[in-house]
């Protein structure tokens, strides 16, 4: 019998997440965190290991019935499009938790069980192959992220977690009813593969095309249903921001990806260009109210909407390019912003001000702490040598070659990142130091260097190297493409 | 009617005989227990409930029609009973120490309830518009006094002269669209009504009959435009009572419904209109009402509006996955409604009426264990996965697909997501605030137990709802 290595990964955090319930000291609390996000970590280090870049088939499956009456299966796997998203979070995982380490003084146990009940339904949405399943660790994703947002966030914390609740559950329910008309249109099967495999009506896909793009729109956040977006990341914790900015960002794109993409190819066809002009109206705009803030998580989450719009972008070009700098994007984007909201949090620890305008000379305060701000900004506009230009790059070389006016957009919102964010920076790391804030900042110690460094390596390794990480999307986008343009894979 | 039919009768409603006759012993035992001893009547409750469930379970092996086609114990009839008796027994284990707390503990608060359960478990087996109606009214009774209960407290009283008066305008609504049916069909079994009418079944005579009779039976499940009595009656109601009320008669009304609206006749009246129209409305009504309540029993008793209407949508949505999925969320709804009734009952203790949500503010910080089980039956009354509260609401909505009424389900998603707004709003209250001062649950191991077990069914049934689903497929067909 094989080792079921995806059950292993996507429950152990939440075994660890009821053994936590019954530990009083909360530094034993801390430890035994990170212990269960370290060893999911090594469990999806095990499982890249195994991986097998040379197909697009399914990997690592399991399935045993689970409400076999309705055709429920519990099915796991993963292919090369789900399998960097598993990475990134269980990656995210134990940075979160170094990163809560001193932020979160009060229920630390709560949080940690919160952090890890998250940490496994996440992991189970990149996993499942039953889109029963799928949707139980979606929507159960609410009550944890509710409980994060508004037990430990700020002070409108109340409001920003009522907003993420509803408008996500609101949004997640019509995806409910599209999967059970799928579910009878698809011949009784919640079976991803099989409903993949089906050819439906046009007029169904279209429908269900829109009931999907409402629960997956509202998570991305596409425009016009970003607004939760600003809230729940200024008042989220920390690790609620990096949760938020890396892997639940993640998984509208993904969801088009499993499942508009393959299982409504004429539907994602027609209205491909609708879907481009919404995400160049999300860099756009995104980038333009960026510009205008001065709260640095404000600004970083507005970043957030302008570069998920490169990212569907991406994704609706409906090419190679397109969608692999979509797809790789995704990714950067994980690794960039979940690091840009970790620099800030440890700023605001030190400061307990975000605002961008009582700041000034952290370079003369903390070097190392502005150094690693400096690559992290660089990073998000896309410098040469930093992963997201790799994945911008072709998602506009894609983007030029399906729609040359959303193209030019696109490169807009480039230009407006470029803006924002060496605006910020300057006014952050650069002149002399604020008054205010003089006796207040010391550098980075070594808890905060283990979190923010393998992000760092990350943001270099993609951006010098990025072979590895195509090679193993390359397949499965391939794949991809030929379902959505039937089997002649023409374009 | 020979002695090995008379035989057959008893022995088909062998579960009902020994539940009021048990009622009847402790209404003489309950003479000779000197104060202080009282929890002697809730053991005996329990074991009456219990013999008679034994009862239920063995003679479920076969359909076992009765008194010449009034009664029949059938597996539909089995599957509520068994609901019926959870309810029951878990209203008593909550009941002991509410009881002695507001000073309601005689022998008749016992039987009385015991008493309402027979006339339950008479409306899930009936198959005759009168033997319906002896169920309906043994049960209503009963609850019409239990609700004037605490004889000290104004709105008690108050609660039950409403639903007194309320209670008997529906039924008498009932009898009336009863007696128009036997004028055009000769006959009140719901067997032979359709065999009678030969014609057109759009009569607008049987029409007028079919509107009473659902108007009289819509009133028992509380849903609009007949549920002005719930949020009165549920606020002054002890609130063990309430308890028993939101899951017992109204799952008791949803067996009668059930087997009334699936009867041919009914079916060929085009009623699933006048349902699916129901149901939308009292859901909204449900949803938007208790957006603004902030007494704990008047919020409850709007959300169970709203979980009325919900139910109801797997009514108007028919057929066999329909039936089902009413039954289903009416076993998942007694789990968790009792669970965080369980909990309302258990803060009344001393100065706290346990009535005010603001009350509950900061509660996970002293209660972490308690509060934890709070928000468990909240999200799963909000529907939110892994709880069972999810899957109840998902098989509805499949139900409601697999007819083709997709819009139905829309608005009933919209709907629960109003619906979620007000259930997380007490999450925030009991997670989100600071206490203002030190809460004094009164958990003995009863009330310990009740929430127990009531918490291993919310998320045991939301993990593992297959053997569930089968359960009341099953139950469905049979019916």
Do not use: S
């Given at each position: 019998m094989t080792i079921p290595l995806l059950s292993l990964i996507v429950f152990t955090p939440a075994v660890g997440a009821a053994a936590l319930m019954f530990i009083r000291n909360d530094d034993v609390v801390r430890w035994m965190a990170l212990g269960v996000t370290v060893l999911d970590f090594a469990f999806c280090i095990a499982m890249l290991g195994g991986l097998d870049t040379s197909t697009h088939e399914m990997q690592f499956t399991e399935t045993r019935p689970w409400v076999p009456a309705l055709g429920i299966t519990y099915a796991l796997g993963i292919d090369g499009i789900s399998a960097p998203f598993v990475f990134l979070t269980a990656l995210l995982g134990w940075i979160c938790v170094l990163a809560s380490?001193?932020?979160?003084?009060?229920?630390v146990k709560e949080f940690m069980v919160s952090l890890l009940a998250m940490q496994a339904l996440m992991l189970g949405v990149f996993c499942a192959l039953d889109l029963f399943l799928f949707y139980v660790f979606w929507e159960a994703m609410l009550i944890p992220m509710y409980l994060i947002i508004g037990v430990w966030g700020g002070d409108g914390r109340v409001y920003a977690a009522f907003k993420f609740f509803l408008y996500t559950l609101a949004g997640s329910l019509m995806f409910l009813i599209g999967v059970i008309v799928l579910y009878f249109h698809g011949?009784?099967?919640?079976d991803i593969r099989t409903l993949m495999a089906q050819d439906l009506p046009f007029q169904i896909q279209s429908w269900l095309f829109f009931a999907f793009l409402i629960a997956f729109a509202v998570k991305v956040p596409m425009v016009p249903v970003h607004t939760w977006l600003p809230d729940a990341h200024v008042q989220a914790p920390t690790a609620g921001s990096i949760i938020l900015a890396a892997v639940l960002l993640k998984m509208g794109a993904y969801g088009f990806l499993r499942f508009s993409l393959p299982m409504l190819p004429e539907a994602t066809v027609h209205y491909s260009t609708l879907m481009q002009v919404l995400s160049a109206v999300a860099i756009v705009y995104g980038g333009l109210l960026a510009l205008a803030q001065d709260d640095l998580k404000k600004l970083v989450a507005y970043s957030s909407i302008s570069h998920m719009g490169l990212v569907t972008l991406g994704i609706f070009t409906l090419n190679l390019r397109g969608l692999e700098g979509g797809i790789l994007q995704m990714f950067n984007h994980g690794v960039t912003t979940g690091a840009l909201f970790l620099s800030v949090g440890l700023i605001y620890e030190r400061t307990h001000t975000r605002s961008i305008s009582d700041y000034g000379g952290l370079m003369k305060a903390a070097p190392v702490y502005t150094a690693f701000l400096a690559l992290f900004a660089l990073s998000s506009m896309a410098?040469?040598?930093?992963?997201s230009f790799v994945g911008e790059l072709l998602v506009l070389s894609g983007a030029f070659a399906a729609n040359l006016a959303v193209g030019a957009a696109a490169v807009l919102g480039a230009l407006l990142g470029a803006a924002y964010l060496l605006g910020m920076y300057r006014k952050v790391a650069l002149g002399p130091v604020s008054i205010g804030l003089r006796f207040k900042i010391r550098d980075v110690n070594a808890r905060e260097i283990a979190a923010i460094l393998p992000l760092a390596v990350f943001v270099l390794w993609i951006g010098l190297y990025p072979k590895p990480f195509l090679e193993i999307i390359d397949a499965s986008v391939k794949h991809l493409l030929a379902q959505v343009h039937g089997k002649g894979g023409a374009q | 009617m020979t002695a090995a039919v008379l035989f057959q009768s008893t022995l088909a409603s062998l579960p009902e005989i020994v539940v009021v006759t048990g009622a009847c012993i402790l209404l003489i035992l309950g003479q000779l227990v000197r104060k202080g001893q009282q929890q002697f009547l809730v053991w005996a409750s329990i074991a009456v409930v219990l013999i008679a469930a034994l009862g239920t379970l063995m003679l479920a092996g076969e359909v076992r029609p009765a008194y010449s086609g009034m009664f029949i114990a059938d597996r539909f009839a089995v599957f509520f009973k068994v609901v019926f008796y959870l309810v029951t027994v878990l209203t008593f284990l909550l009941s002991r120490k509410y009881a002695e707390i507001e000073g309601i503990g005689s022998s008749e608060y016992y039987v009385l309830l015991l008493l309402a359960l027979s006339g339950m478990m008479i409306m899930a087996s009936a198959t005759d518009l009168l033997s319906i109606y002896v169920g309906l009214e043994l049960m209503v009774l009963c609850t019409y006094v239990l609700t004037g209960f605490l004889r000290q407290q104004q709105r008690s009283n108050e609660a039950a002269l409403k639903y007194v008066i309320l209670g008997g305008v529906s039924t008498g609504i009932f009898l009336y669209g009863v007696s128009l049916i036997y004028g055009l069909t000769g006959t009140t079994q719901l067997d032979r009504m359709a065999a009678a009418v030969t014609g057109d079944p759009l009569d607008p005579g049987l029409l007028l009959a079919v509107v009473f009779i659902v108007a009289g039976l819509v009133f028992k499940v509380g849903a609009?435009?007949?549920?002005?009595w719930v949020p009165d009656v549920y606020e002054g109601a002890p609130t063990t009572i309430t308890a028993f009320m939101s899951v017992g008669p109204k799952a008791a009304g949803f067996a009668v419904i059930l087997r009334v609206f699936l009867n041919p006749l009914v079916a060929a009246s085009n009623v699933w209109i006048i349902v699916a129209v129901i149901a939308a409305v009292t859901m909204a009504l449900g949803s938007f009402v208790a957006l603004v309540q902030d007494n704990f029993k008047r919020l409850l008793a709007y959300s169970s509006i709203a979980h009325a209407g919900f139910a109801m949508f797997g009514v108007a949505a028919g057929g066999a996955d329909g039936v089902a999925s009413v039954m289903l969320y009416l076993l998942i709804y007694a789990f968790m409604n009792l669970g965080i009734f369980g909990i309302v009952i258990m803060m009344r203790n001393g100065d706290f009426s346990g009535e005010v949500i603001e009350h509950y503010a900061g509660f996970a910080k002293s209660h972490r264990g308690l509060a934890l089980l709070m928000l468990l039956y909240l999200f799963s009354l909000a529907g939110i996965?892994?709880?069972?509260g999810f899957f109840a609401k998902f098989y509805v909505l499949v139900a409601l697909v697999e007819r083709g009424f997709v819009m139905l389900a829309v608005i009933a998603v919209l709907l629960s997501a109003v619906a979620a707004y007000f259930y997380i709003r007490i999450v925030m209250v009991i997670y989100m605030r600071e206490p203002e001062g030190a809460f004094d649950p009164a958990l003995t191991p009863a009330v310990g137990a009740t929430l127990a077990f009531t918490a291993a069914g919310t998320i045991g049934i939301g993990l593992f709802p297959a053997w569930f689903l089968r359960l009341a497929q099953h139950a469905a067909i049979g019916g």
């Open positions: 380490w001193v932020a979160i003084d009060r229920k011949g009784e099967t919640f410098l040469p040598g930093t992963n | 609009v435009p007949f549920h002005m996965p892994p709880t069972a």
